[in-house]
């Protein structure tokens, strides 16, 4: 790749971002970082995020995840991204519009305006949806310990699949929707078309 690009890979829950993000970072030899959590700040918020016996209101949530983000782009993507190197991103500011946004129901033009100020304006230069149907996200969750949002219920999955699928419906040039059900060599080779096209 001949610039420092910003690439993000989304989707639900069992889809395969971070598998298919340290693929690609491995194959680019990009930063691989993650969201939330990929600071030390955002460590600690994660244990509060994911924690199954903390009730956090759902705008409190939102915030949160906004301070992990301003953090994150502050001390891993623009340090990179300045350095010409390019950042592979399991999760971005997209997965809050998906998740308080369409999961949560929180207003969206309030979410987009808070995040945009939490990065600065820095949103990824291209968006992987790794796409796969509630039946295999949810045959890939059993069998392990699941967080406070994975445990949300079908339903609140449901919209944060739809609004990831609109996101990218009103976002083509910046968004690639790739089959996550297929063979994982076959999904790597896909992903990595889609960040270098």
Not at 22 to 30: C, H, N, P, Q, T
Request: charged share 25%; aromatic share 6%.
């Amino acid at each position: 790749m001949s610039q420092a690009r910003y690439l993000a890979l989304e989707g639900a829950e069992g889809s395969g971002k971070s598998t298919h993000a340290a693929r690609l970072a491995e194959r680019l030899g990009a930063v691989l970082t993650h969201e939330t959590g990929g600071t030390e700040v955002g460590a600690r918020l994660r244990a509060i995020l994911h924690d199954v016996e903390v009730d956090l209101d759902d705008r409190a949530e939102a915030l949160i995840i906004a301070a992990d983000r301003a953090q994150h782009v502050a001390r891993v993507v623009r340090p990179a991204l300045v350095a010409g190197r390019c950042v592979v991103s399991d999760r971005s500011v997209y997965s809050t519009l998906a998740y308080q946004g369409f999961g949560r129901g929180l207003d969206l033009v309030e979410l987009r305006q808070l995040n945009d100020w939490a990065i600065g304006g820095r949103w990824p230069d291209r968006v992987i949806l790794l796409d796969a149907s509630l039946e295999v996200l949810t045959a890939r969750l059993g069998g392990r310990e699941l967080d406070r949002f994975e445990r949300a219920g079908d339903a609140f999955h449901r919209r944060v699949v739809e609004g990831f699928h609109t996101m990218a419906a009103e976002d083509p040039g910046r968004w690639v929707v790739v089959d996550a059900s297929a063979d994982p060599d076959v999904v790597a080779d896909a992903v990595q078309r889609a960040a270098t096209s």
